[in-house]
């Protein structure tokens, strides 16, 4: 059984009163959208810092040793731009 990667979207944003927001995490089908939903948040923001996280959907199902290894070593990609 194959896992499939969902996109997580984690931010580092100043406001536009100046205040910095670190780790937000927004879904979204690509880093546009995701930053299409932050900037409906937080209008007049400055994105600071970008990054993109793969999760692992929900298991449905017997789990296998390499799954287990998986969860135990973290996540398998984190992508920063910006």
Do not use: H, W
């Not at 100043?14 to 910095?20: E, K, N």
């Not at 929900?58 to 996540?75: A, C, H, N, Q």
């Amino acid at each position: 059984m194959q896992l499939t990667p969902t996109a997580k979207y984690g931010f580092r944003i100043r406001t536009r009163s100046g205040a910095v927001v670190d780790n937000l995490l927004i879904f979204g089908k690509d880093e546009m959208d995701a930053e299409r939903k932050l900037r409906q948040i937080y209008l007049g923001c400055e994105i600071i810092e970008a990054r993109r996280l793969v999760i692992q959907m929900p298991r449905v199902g017997m789990v296998t040793f390499e799954e287990v290894v998986d969860l135990i070593s973290g996540p398998t990609s984190v992508e920063t731009s910006k």
